[in-house]
């Protein structure tokens, strides 16, 4: 089993930055793949970012999120990022970390991801 720890979370108004850690344990070597989603009130889980534990290919982000938000990850610290900056008050969710072990050819889906951290709540006032 891989466990996940979100930290990072806060309130700051619009423009500001926050940076998101999520620490994993446990199996992370079965790890292909890990990704920060996000749910806002009354609203379905969204992907925000994606990117692969093993190789460095491209990091998928949504389009809302391009050119202001970054996904990396530290695999030697077992810690996966995200750098949110320019935010804005639609921002306003609780973020949530996954990984998964599935080989995909995308990452999109909340079902392809069997291990999820807490969350954290992120809130941005205009």
């Known amino acids: 089993q891989v466990q996940l720890g979100e930290s990072g979370g806060g309130s700051v108004q619009a423009g500001g930055s926050l940076r998101l850690s999520c620490a994993a344990s446990?199996?992370?070597?079965?790890?292909?793949?890990m990704a920060w989603f996000r749910q806002a009130p009354g609203k379905g889980r969204e992907v925000v970012a994606t990117?692969?534990?093993?190789?460095?290919?491209?990091?998928y982000y949504t389009d809302s999120v391009k050119g202001r938000f970054t996904i990396s990850r530290d695999n030697a610290k077992n810690t996966l990022y995200l750098q949110m900056n320019s935010l804005k008050p639609e921002d306003t969710a609780v973020y949530f970390c996954?990984?998964?072990?599935?080989?995909?050819?995308?990452?999109?889906?909340?079902?392809?991801?069997?291990?999820w951290g807490q969350g954290t709540q992120v809130t941005v006032s205009s």
């Open positions: 996954a990984a998964t072990s599935y080989d995909s050819r995308t990452y999109y889906d909340t079902e392809l991801f069997p291990y």
């Open positions: 990117i692969s534990t093993i190789d460095y290919s491209t990091p």
């Open positions: 446990g199996r992370t070597f079965i790890l292909r793949h």
